[in-house]
DNA sequence: AATGAATGAGGATTCATTCAT
DNA sequence: GATGAATGAATCCTCATTCAT
């Protein structure tokens, strides 16, 4: 049992290797610019055991969504809070931290909603992703007292948007925390 | 001397005709996701005659961004105007407009923006773009009398490219008229 | 009449300005690693005029050939005496003078001979000039008093190519004008 | 151990087929007018797996010449002996037996030496070997007492590139053993 | 006569995927 | 489980040749 357990993490862990693999390499090369060879190397693998963990380049892809969709998740719960105030700011500080270190996601999932039609699943999670940011923003606006709730959550989610953006345009000498600020002042009480 | 102007014309037609097609495939499917052929189908001529008018994929792209930068050239000109309210309200209705008629032109633009490491000249263009819009808008704001015009700059140029963003995820259903004005309401007296 | 005589003349110019330039870049780039855009190129006109005046690409290849036969046939007219000392002497000597004026020329057929099978043209020109030149020589050495003369004769000929290979290799450094000297003070009187 | 010796063998076989189909096709039918299906055809496998033993056309060629180049450090070290004599007649023997045997060896250097310009490795390949075995040849030639060495070696050894050329163009009829007799009762004792 | 636009086959090369070991 | 050899379709691009002007 014992054995059996460890070499089923073994199995998670190298899984993930190339999850992680991938997702780093579609974000930079994108999805058609990246090669199932270079993602097996990036995971220190071979070519053929990629296809023993995911049954093709597009699975992979989707397993990737599948990923940031669970991950999200327990994202969102662990910084649920009764204070619509605290909830936010800590939505948008999320949104900032993730860019700082995990800039890769957000780039492969900002890049990904403007390839909605390559793939169902991606218009499904974009929409999805959409949605859900949109209708969450707008209860805690609403709750928060702003009067145009709706059209302002419209606003906030396409501002964090275009910051990845201009992020990724502009690199080290974007002024993450000094945006940050600057929209928890207008937004958070 | 007739003829040989028709001529010219056909030749810059047909060019156009390829140049578009190219664009059009780009922005729905990506750069490395399209092929030649398709963009020779699409333009309705034969893989071969794409390298009579190009010289090669990479330069397709390349003239493509060269035809936005002419183009924006051109655009910017004729929205300018000496009253910053006024100027700022068409360049924002402008933007929605574009997205409204060609927005095959932002989605490319944009999803470019996050491919920035694939060509020099795709991160000259980005970096260029960002610069002029983010100095033009701190510009205006400042003149209209915005306290915090440089962090009000960034903000709304952010906010623009992610309305592009939604509008390719959400589609028809995206209220661009009505984001349009409210963005209006709060930046243009 | 005079008008189209002159028209004849002019088009007869043409037509060996393309064969030359096919003739110089099939000599240093080998028929296959050349293009017809490449010689019509450099012969200064535009692509589809060589097909006026030539068939094809093979057929252009057939005509340099032809205007080798019939170049050759004048010259060993030209240099033919009934001496036969003098006989040699001038062979060998238009030999190394060819070299050193014309390489190209020699430089190609040479190439050619190594590519009997591509074209039967080719190899007909290869077997003929191989045993007009044996024939010859031999006669010659015969008549000179050589006793092995036949054998003799393919030693010479087979000199002559082999220098030509080694100026191919060598270039400039190579010295001509001493092996041609040694050359002939080993076969004529 | 045993099984992926076995393996092993059996790569460097395949390596070694793709290498002697390629070096065949080149020889008869020209580098450039060879395509990489046909060496995969001839060699009995796919277009693709050539790739996997060559980086490319180029390299398939560079890796003929370094094949050559190895494989002709062997045979001189093999034919060497004290006595000049028997060297030299040892080293003109080889080369008919090539001739005889390995047609296709010396029809490709030779002809690659008439395209001296195409890769550098090409040039350095063939000013290397006729340097080499210039003055091998006159080395020998001196300590035979040949009065005048270093012409004489010059015009063995065109005289040996010229028969190669010879044999090509006549093939089966071309009096190899005679012509290898009379060079040796002229140059060896 | 002369051009060069246009075509489609073919060339070198890459790549997702399979499979024997 | 793990490898990487092997395949063949597809990619970018070139080129001989044709044809409308």
Known sequence: ???????????????KRILFSALELFATQGYDGTSVSQIAK???????????????????LLQIINYFKAEEEIRLAS???????????????????????????????????L???????????????????FQLMQELLDKIGFPDSRREAKLLTAMLDGV??????VGEDYPLTETEKYILTKYVN
Chains 1, 2, 3, 4 share one sequence.
Do not use: C, W
């Open 1 to 15: 049992m014992e054995t059996a357990t460890r070499e089923k993490d073994f199995k998670i862990q190298k899984r």
């Open 79 to 113: 910084l649920y809070d009764d204070d619509p105030n605290i909830f936010l700011k800590r939505l948008i500080h999320d949104f900032f931290n993730r860019l700082r270190e995990r800039p890769e996601h957000i780039k492969l999932v900002t890049s990904l909603m």
């Open 42 to 60: 990036a995971a220190g693998i071979s070519k053929g055991l990629t296809y023993v963990y995911f049954e093709s380049k597009e699975d992979l």
């Open 115 to 133: 390839q909605v039609s390559k793939y169902k699943f991606i218009q499904e999670m974009a929409i999805d992703k959409y949605l859900t940011y």
């Open 164 to 169: 990845a953006i201009q992020f990724t345009v």
